[in-house]
């Protein structure tokens, strides 16, 4: 029973000093952060524009969604609530040129991270660039520390950009910006 109890208050004092060797270097990292992916789609840059601007049926493709609230339009923007595997989050449209950028940002604010996605489309010779660039800050260290070693701050992203091709029926990989043209 005593060898138990000593293997039990190992363990539980390895999680804490592993929790707070993670705090102690998320303290350190900047909050703030930019990450970029892109993608190849044999699309035209208007018909993805069309399915990345309609949220409200996001949940048919995204496997991350389950469903979409569009809340109208506060201030100018239009909002929209997603209810997914990362919990629920609500978005305003910020910019919007169609066929060619779309900015969305983050409207809640105890989250733990806040921040934006510009989408930039361009037309090349076969389809469309798919270019999302993430400009975030993660307030809380533990999860700022999460995101950098272990989830990588990219995933989001790829997760958007592989469900968007395999939606149009791509096997198309995400990648560096420079690297796809």
Do not use: C
């Not at 005593?2 to 350190?28: D, E, H, N, P, Q």
């Not at 949940?59 to 389950?66: G, P, Q």
């Not at 489309?121 to 999302?132: K, N, R």
């Not at 992203?157 to 198309?172: C, M, N, Q, V």
């Amino acid at each position: 029973m005593k060898t138990l109890l000593l293997i039990v208050v190992a363990i539980v004092a390895v999680v804490v000093l592993l929790v707070l060797i993670m705090l102690a270097i998320g303290s350190r990292l900047n909050p703030s952060h930019v990450a970029a992916r892109a993608i190849r789609l044999h699309r035209s840059p208007g018909d993805v524009y069309a399915i990345v601007r309609d949220f409200e049926n996001s949940s048919k493709w995204r496997s991350d969604v389950k469903n979409v609230e569009m809340l109208g339009t506060v201030d100018g923007h239009l909002r929209f609530r997603e209810h997914g595997s990362n919990g629920t989050v609500t978005y305003e449209v910020i910019d919007d040129i169609a066929g060619r950028r779309l900015v969305t940002r983050i409207v809640d604010w105890d989250l733990g991270y806040s921040g934006s996605w510009e989408y930039l489309l361009a037309p090349v010779s076969d389809g469309t660039v798919l270019t999302i660039t993430e400009r975030g800050e993660v307030s809380n260290p533990l999860f700022r520390f999460m995101s950098r070693y272990v989830f990588g701050q990219t995933s989001t992203i790829d997760t958007y950009l592989k469900s968007l091709a395999r939606h149009f029926g791509e096997s198309g990989i995400p990648g560096d910006p420079a690297d796809i043209k």
